[in-house]
Nanobody, 121 residues
Framework: QVQLVESGGGLVQAGGSLRLSCAASGSIFRINAMGWYRQAPGKQRELVAYITSGSSTNYADSVKGRFTISRDNAKNTVYLQMNSLKPEDTAVYYC???????????????WGKGTLVTVSS
C-alpha cells in the first residue's frame, strides 16, 4: 500500500504565494519521478512540473519563472512553490509519484486526492 497526502492549498490573492506539499508513505523501495498536475473547472488535467530522481526539472510554459518544484528524498516529499499567482492558476492540484515498491520490478504511478488552489483577482 502506498499513500500520497497533499497539503498547502487554499485561497490567495493574485500576486501571492503558496507552497504545496505531497508526502508519500507505505511500502516504498524507491521513488522515481515526482510531479504536479492541475485541473481547472471544465478543462483537462495538465502537467505543471515534474522532478526526476536525479533532480532534473521540467515546467509547463505557463508557470516557468513563477513555480519551483523540489523534493526531499529523506521525507519522501515533493513540493511546489508557487509565486506570482494568477487567477488562471486556479485549479485542483494533484501530485503524481512513480514508486517502486519492495518486491516489484517496475514502478507504478500513484495519484494524490488533490488540493484546491483558488487565486482571486
Amino acid at each position: 500500500q502506498v499513500q500520497l497526502v497533499e497539503s498547502g492549498g487554499g485561497l490567495v490573492q493574485a500576486g501571492g504565494s503558496l507552497r504545496l506539499s505531497c508526502a508519500a508513505s507505505g511500502s516504498i523501495f524507491r521513488i522515481n519521478a515526482m510531479g504536479w498536475y492541475r485541473q481547472a473547472p471544465g478543462k483537462q488535467r495538465e502537467l505543471v512540473a515534474y522532478i526526476t530522481s536525479g533532480s532534473s526539472t521540467n515546467y509547463a510554459d505557463s508557470v516557468k519563472g513563477r513555480f519551483t518544484i523540489s523534493r526531499d528524498n529523506a521525507k519522501n516529499t515533493v513540493y511546489l512553490q508557487m509565486n506570482s499567482l494568477k487567477p488562471e492558476d486556479t485549479a485542483v492540484y494533484y501530485c503524481n509519484v512513480n514508486i517502486l515498491r519492495a518486491g516489484d520490478y517496475v514502478g507504478m504511478n500513484y495519484w494524490g486526492k488533490g488540493t484546491l488552489v483558488t487565486v482571486s483577482s
